[in-house]
């Protein structure tokens, strides 16, 4: 799962690093847990709000706020084209000529877009990946871990339309596209950052409420640590009924 494979192995090996810190009080962290470019439930939002605080009376230096020159909803746009251009790898050529005259009318889908563009297009996509990747390397080299929801919304009833685009999730303030499911999760998987879920509660239903924590490129330990050593202070997993490893 990790490290070269093959050929590649005999000329090179991973070393992960080991946990920035051996307490948890020694991290630095830094922390958003809501934002107009994701509005998150007013209940999922209330449980990670109470971990955070639980962070903050145990002594975690914890900062809000996205890393400076962040703009979540172009990386966003800019995950969505990357993600398209690679799903839709295994189209045939008549889904593309249909997916290309699509564009031609006017109907810029990111599906749409990232499937037909050229490779230029995608290099110009992938340029602003790397600065991305930058930002978040000098905003790590200050911090130790990002915490952010992994979802706005806690388990939901599926919506199984054909076409995506038309799905929508069910919330307490009313509806909202499938498209927002994707949306918390996209700067992790942009930029190439480990990420790491850890319960923190429940809600008034009894679905489980998680915090995502993202730490620095390469160093998986980090975030692995952190949601360990939280767990003992926001509670464990605990299985459901009827739940079976």
Same mark, same amino acid.
């Given at each position: 799962m990790a490290g070269p494979a093959g050929d590649d192995g005999r000329a090179y090996r991973w070393s992960l690093p080991k946990p920035r810190k051996s307490n948890l009080r020694e991290y630095k962290i830094g922390v958003l847990?809501?934002?107009?470019?994701?509005?998150? +439930?007013?209940?999922v939002e209330k449980g990670l709000a109470s971990a955070?605080? =639980?962070?903050?009376?145990?002594?975690?230096?914890?900062?809000?706020?996205w890393p400076q020159?962040?703009?979540p909803?172009?990386?966003?746009d800019n995950y969505l084209f990357l993600l398209s251009s690679i799903i839709t790898l295994g189209a045939s050529p008549s889904e593309i000529d249909a997916m290309r005259k699509a564009v031609e009318r006017g109907d810029r889908n990111w599906y749409n877009v990232g499937a037909t563009a050229q490779h230029?297009?995608?290099?110009?996509?992938?340029?602003?990946?790397?600065?991305?990747?930058?930002?978040w390397r000098d905003y790590f080299r200050n911090f130790d871990a990002f915490l952010s929801p992994v979802c706005f919304v806690a388990a939901f009833q599926h +919506?199984?339309?054909?076409?995506?685009?038309?799905?929508?999730?069910?919330? =307490?303030a009313g509806e909202r596209p499938y498209l927002d499911l994707m949306k918390w999760i996209a700067p992790a998987t942009l930029i190439g950052c480990p990420a790491t879920a850890v319960p923190v509660?429940?809600?008034?239903?009894?679905?489980?409420?998680s915090l995502q924590i993202v730490g620095p490129y390469m160093e998986d330990a980090t975030p692995i640590d952190i949601a360990i050593k939280m767990a003992g202070l926001t509670g464990s997993f605990v299985a459901p009924p009827g739940y079976v490893e």
């Open positions: 847990l809501d934002d107009p470019y994701c509005p998150v +439930d007013a209940e955070v605080a =639980t962070l903050r009376k145990g002594g975690v230096q914890v900062t809000e706020g020159g962040f703009e909803q172009a990386a966003f230029r297009e995608w290099h110009a996509q992938n340029q602003l990946r790397l600065r991305t990747q930058a930002l +919506d199984h339309s054909p076409d995506f685009d038309t799905r929508k999730v069910t919330t =307490t509660g429940r809600t008034a239903a009894g679905l489980p409420v």
